[in-house]
């Protein structure tokens, strides 16, 4: 009445454990950069700046998670795998653990006892978790393996997570303790179990989409970054077939500000610039801080003149005297550009958006410029054509 029930939640549990640690690798796998990663993988590229710039992103995840012991990438040569990226080789590691980097390109010999098939399914675009737990020096560890795959879709070598099990074997030890003491009133035992169990890996499914939402978050704005920017238009895109807007706002001058001003002062700026963005758009609207200086809005069911209304809000926001306690002055310029979503693709609404952008920064800056295609039906693409776009002056006075 016991053995059975316990055995089989036990294998619940591990299958569990490992559905979780392979969900915890994918999310690590998004977070890198396939391009930089891609460049790394020929050591004539290398050069300490692009290992830092490739590895700052992988740092941050797994500062975020105690639960992670080794985070690192490897690359496939020959059926011999070499360390690329190691977490352990950045002084910005947020971690109580003590850690040995592995060096890159540094050779990595699996125990005969773990060997398998794991380099061809992680190649064929499988996330691979080790069907068991792996020992060494350094404790036991459940591993997850996900492919890493850059910007045209090409495999680029993969990710690897070490997951720690100390809490894991705590907490079986606590179960089986209970198991022991649960043969007068096993239903009732057993039922507790499954409530605690299904509590533990709620939080951990909890976890995993906190670590993502923050990893598609700018920090400094809370507004979508890039890749979260990019990944919600294409989902809008999608959904809506109807006309749509792209607004991107750019701050006139930001580097400026900072040389004169300082970097602090520039931050405030961008928030400020972020808070006027968020305020004058609509709801449903997606909202993104897309590199230093440029906000990007995606508008759907938006058609040029509510685009305008929208440009406009935020320049009113922004049009007023200089910013307190600083003194510093400073405008935005912003380009739109209106599609069909029927017959629309994230490269090419950014594109017309940006060549609008060009024209109103042309045009005196703190000015909203309106995409609108050439004669023959071609979108705007080559900026001495330019001229074409609607231009809006700032109806109040601009600096």
């Not at 310029?333 to 599609?339: E, L, Q």
């Given at each position: 009445?016991?053995?059975?029930?316990?055995?089989?939640?036990?294998?619940?549990?591990w299958?569990?454990?490992?559905?979780?640690?392979g969900?915890?690798?994918?999310?690590?796998?998004?977070?890198?950069?396939?391009?930089?990663?891609r460049?790394?993988l020929?050591?004539a590229?290398?050069s300490?700046?692009?290992?830092?710039?490739a590895?700052?992103?992988?740092?941050?995840?797994?500062?975020?998670?105690?639960?992670?012991?080794?985070l690192?990438?490897?690359?496939?040569r020959?059926?011999?795998p070499?360390?690329?990226?190691d977490?352990?080789?950045?002084?910005?590691?947020?971690?109580?653990?003590q850690?040995?980097?592995?060096?890159?390109?540094e050779?990595?010999?699996?125990?005969?006892?773990?060997?398998?098939d794991?380099?061809?399914?992680?190649?064929?675009?499988?996330t691979?978790?080790?069907?068991?737990f792996e020992h060494?020096d350094?404790?036991?560890f459940?591993t997850a393996?996900?492919?890493?795959?850059?910007?045209?879709?090409?495999?680029?070598?993969?990710?690897?997570?070490?997951?720690?099990?100390?809490?894991?074997?705590a907490e079986?030890?606590?179960f089986?303790?209970?198991?022991?003491?649960?043969?007068?009133a096993?239903l009732?035992?057993?039922l507790?179990?499954?409530?605690?169990?299904?509590?533990?890996?709620?939080?951990?499914?909890?976890?995993?989409?906190?670590l993502?939402?923050?990893?598609?978050?700018?920090?400094?704005?809370?507004?979508?970054?890039?890749?979260?920017?990019?990944?919600?238009?294409?989902?809008?895109?999608?959904?809506?077939?109807?006309?749509?807007?792209?607004?991107l706002?750019?701050?006139?001058?930001?580097?400026?500000?900072?040389?004169?001003?300082?970097?602090?002062?520039?931050?405030?700026?961008?928030?400020?610039t972020?808070?006027?963005?968020?305020?004058?758009?609509?709801?449903?609207?997606?909202?993104a801080r897309?590199?230093?200086?440029?906000f990007?809005?995606f508008?759907?069911?938006c058609?040029?003149?509510?685009?305008?209304?929208?440009a406009?809000?935020?320049?009113?926001?922004?049009?007023g005297?200089?910013?307190?306690?600083?003194?510093?002055?400073?405008s935005?310029?912003?380009?739109?550009?209106?599609?069909?979503g029927?017959?629309?693709?994230?490269?090419?609404?950014?594109r017309?958006?940006?060549?609008?952008l060009?024209?109103?920064?042309e045009?005196?800056?703190?000015?909203?410029?309106?995409f609108?295609?050439?004669?023959?039906?071609?979108?705007?693409?080559?900026?001495?054509?330019?001229?074409?776009?609607?231009?809006?002056?700032?109806?109040?006075?601009?600096n």
């Amino acid at each position: 009445m016991v053995a059975i029930p316990q055995w089989l939640s036990t294998q619940a549990r591990w299958e569990e454990l490992r559905s979780h640690v392979g969900e915890v690798g994918q999310v690590a796998a998004s977070v890198v950069d396939g391009d930089l990663h891609r460049k790394l993988l020929d050591p004539a590229n290398y050069s300490d700046e692009l290992y830092a710039r490739a590895l700052s992103p992988l740092v941050r995840f797994h500062s975020a998670d105690p639960n992670i012991f080794y985070l690192y990438t490897m690359v496939d040569r020959g059926g011999i795998p070499y360390f690329v990226l190691d977490t352990a080789a950045s002084a910005a590691l947020r971690t109580s653990r003590q850690l040995v980097a592995s060096k890159y390109m540094e050779r990595f010999d699996l125990r005969k006892e773990y060997e398998d098939d794991w380099l061809q399914q992680i190649a064929a675009g499988k996330t691979y978790v080790t069907p068991t737990f792996e020992h060494d020096d350094y404790g036991d560890f459940l591993t997850a393996h996900v492919p890493i795959y850059d910007s045209k879709g090409q495999y680029s070598g993969f990710v690897g997570v070490d997951f720690d099990l100390q809490y894991y074997f705590a907490e079986e030890a606590r179960f089986r303790a209970i198991a022991i003491g649960s043969l007068v009133a096993a239903l009732i035992v057993s039922l507790v179990i499954g409530y605690l169990v299904a509590l533990y890996y709620s939080a951990m499914h909890h976890r995993v989409h906190q670590l993502y939402d923050a990893s598609i978050r700018d920090s400094l704005t809370g507004l979508l970054n890039r890749r979260g920017a990019i990944d919600a238009v294409v989902k809008s895109l999608a959904r809506h077939e109807a006309i749509n807007a792209t607004l991107l706002v750019d701050i006139d001058n930001l580097k400026m500000i900072n040389d004169i001003r300082g970097h602090a002062t520039g931050d405030a700026v961008i928030a400020l610039t972020a808070e006027a963005v968020r305020k004058s758009s609509r709801e449903g609207d997606e909202c993104a801080r897309f590199g230093g200086d440029e906000f990007l809005i995606f508008a759907p069911d938006c058609n040029k003149d509510e685009a305008v209304e929208i440009a406009k809000r935020i320049l009113a926001k922004l049009s007023g005297g200089p910013m307190q306690l600083t003194g510093a002055k400073f405008s935005v310029s912003i380009g739109i550009a209106v599609h069909d979503g029927a017959h629309a693709d994230f490269g090419r609404i950014y594109r017309d958006a940006d060549a609008a952008l060009y024209q109103a920064r042309e045009g005196g800056k703190s000015r909203i410029s309106v995409f609108e295609p050439s004669n023959d039906g071609d979108s705007l693409t080559d900026r001495e054509t330019s001229k074409e776009s609607q231009r809006y002056p700032l109806p109040f006075g601009s600096n």
